[in-house]
C-alpha cells in the first residue's frame, strides 16, 4: 500500500463546476503540499499545510491531521485547470525528511 | 527573481555520451534537490543539497553525478546512461535548508537515451 493515496486517479468535469481531490497518508507528517503539473512538465507548488484551511483565489486546500486526509478544492473550474494534481506529504524515513508523493490526479476540465 | 531555471530543456543522448544537466535558482535557497520523473509516474527524489553538501542520495546509480559549485548553482552529470533512464529531470529548491517549507520546482530537462 502506497504512504500517500490520491482518489480519483481521472477527473473529467464541465466548466464551472466545482471539483474536489483528496489525498490520505498513513505515516506522520510534518507538512502536506498540493502540486499542479501540466502537460510539458513543470510543477507548480499551490499549498503547504501543516494545519486548517488555505485559500489562493479558486483554490482551497483542507487538512485533517487527526484523519490524516486533505481536500483540494477548485471551485468555478476553468479549462486552463487542466492538469495533474499531485498530494506529496513531508515525513522523516530512516532519520532523513522526505517528500512521499502520491500518484496524481489528472483533471480535465471541458468547455 | 523568483523561479528555476533548467537547461536544456530536452536533450537526446547515447549510451556512450558524457552529458550534463544544469540548475539554477537566484532566490538565496540553500537546499536544491533533483527528481526523476517517469511518464505517468510521481517525481522520485534522487539527491538533496544542503547548504552545497550532498545530504540525501536515494541510491542513485554512479552513472548519475550532482555537483553543488555553489549556492544558486546545480548540476548533474551523466555517464553510461541506460534508455531505462529516459525520464523528466527536475530541479527544486527550498529556502532554509532540506527541513522547510515549499519547494519550488523548474521546468524539468526531457532525456531520452538511445
Known amino acids: 500500500k502506497n504512504e500517500v493515496e490520491q482518489s480519483p486517479q481521472n477527473l473529467t468535469a464541465q466548466e464551472g463546476e466545482f471539483i474536489t481531490i483528496n489525498c490520505s497518508y498513513s505515516v506522520g507528517i510534518s507538512a502536506l503540499h498540493w502540486l499542479q503539473q501540466h502537460p510539458g512538465g513543470g510543477i507548480v507548488s499551490l499549498f503547504m499545510?501543516?494545519?486548517g484551511k488555505k485559500k489562493h483565489g479558486r483554490l482551497i486546500a483542507t487538512i485533517n491531521i487527526q484523519e490524516k486526509h486533505s481536500s483540494l478544492h477548485i471551485t468555478a473550474s476553468h479549462p486552463r485547470d487542466s492538469a495533474v494534481y499531485i498530494c506529496?506529504?513531508?515525513?522523516?524515513?530512516?532519520?532523513?525528511?522526505?517528500?512521499?508523493f502520491g500518484k496524481g490526479t489528472k483533471l480535465t476540465v471541458n468547455p | 527573481d523568483t523561479e528555476v531555471t533548467q537547461t536544456p530543456k530536452h536533450l537526446v543522448m547515447g549510451m556512450t555520451n558524457k552529458k550534463s544537466l544544469k540548475c539554477e535558482q537566484h532566490?538565496?535557497?540553500?537546499?536544491m534537490y533533483w527528481y526523476k520523473q517517469k511518464a505517468k509516474k510521481p517525481p522520485e527524489l534522487m539527491f538533496v543539497y544542503s547548504y552545497e553538501k550532498l545530504s540525501i542520495n536515494e541510491s542513485v546509480p554512479s552513472r548519475f553525478s550532482p555537483e553543488c559549485p555553489n549556492s544558486s548553482l546545480l548540476n548533474l552529470h551523466l555517464h553510461a546512461l541506460q534508455p531505462e533512464d529516459s525520464a523528466l529531470y527536475l530541479c527544486?529548491?527550498?529556502?532554509?535548508?532540506?527541513?522547510?517549507?515549499?519547494?519550488?520546482f523548474g521546468p524539468g530537462t526531457r532525456l531520452t537515451v538511445l
Open positions: 527544486a529548491s527550498s529556502p532554509r535548508g532540506a527541513h522547510t517549507d515549499t519547494q519550488y
Open positions: 532566490m538565496g535557497h540553500r537546499a
Open positions: 506529496a506529504v513531508r515525513t522523516t524515513q530512516g532519520g532523513s525528511e522526505k517528500l512521499v
Open positions: 499545510l501543516s494545519s
